[in-house]
Structures are given as structure tokens and as C-alpha cells.
């Protein structure tokens, strides 16, 4: 998969897929924004997510963020988190 991704960097260009990332976390905020007036299209939504997934993974590459990185990153704001909710 991370050599599909890679391609796409190659092909498209890191800009062209950054602007490509940014398109495609907007589609994902109209179709939850759909769902908030009461126009939920789930499908819409699995797409939308999966779409950002891809792109998400693209820029872990473009920035060149390894998985400790985003790991350590994610685990810092999750335990932020359960202290907000008192766990």
C-alpha cells in the first residue's frame, strides 16, 4: 500500500496532493454537515472517511512522520483526553 501511496506523491506531485488532501477533508465536513441537517447519507460518509484515510497516510509520507511519531502523538492526546473525562 505505502508504495501505491508513494506513486501518487511521485505521479501527482507533494503540493498537488496536499491540495488534494485539503479537497477531500471538505467533502468529508459537507457530508457530516448533510447528516447534521438531517440528510445523513452513510455511505457518503464510509467514502468520505476512507478518502481522508488515503490522504492522511500521504502526508505521513510527504512530512515524513513515522508511525513512533504519530503513535506517541496519539497516545499523548488520548491520555490528555480520558483526563478531561475523569478516567
Not at 501527482?12 to 477533508?25: P, V
Request: a negative charge.
Amino acid at each position: 500500500m505505502e508504495h501505491t501511496l508513494q506513486k501518487a506523491i511521485n505521479t501527482f506531485g507533494e503540493e498537488k496532493q496536499k491540495c488534494q488532501a485539503i479537497s477531500e477533508l471538505a467533502e468529508l465536513i459537507k457530508a457530516i454537515t448533510n447528516d447534521q441537517t438531517g440528510r445523513l447519507d452513510r455511505n457518503n460518509i464510509v467514502e468520505e472517511i476512507a478518502d481522508v484515510k488515503i490522504m492522511l497516510m500521504q502526508l505521513e509520507i510527504i512530512y515524513r512522520i513515522t508511525e513512533d511519531e504519530m503513535n506517541s502523538e496519539m497516545t499523548w492526546k488520548i491520555d490528555r483526553l480520558k483526563k478531561r473525562l475523569g478516567e
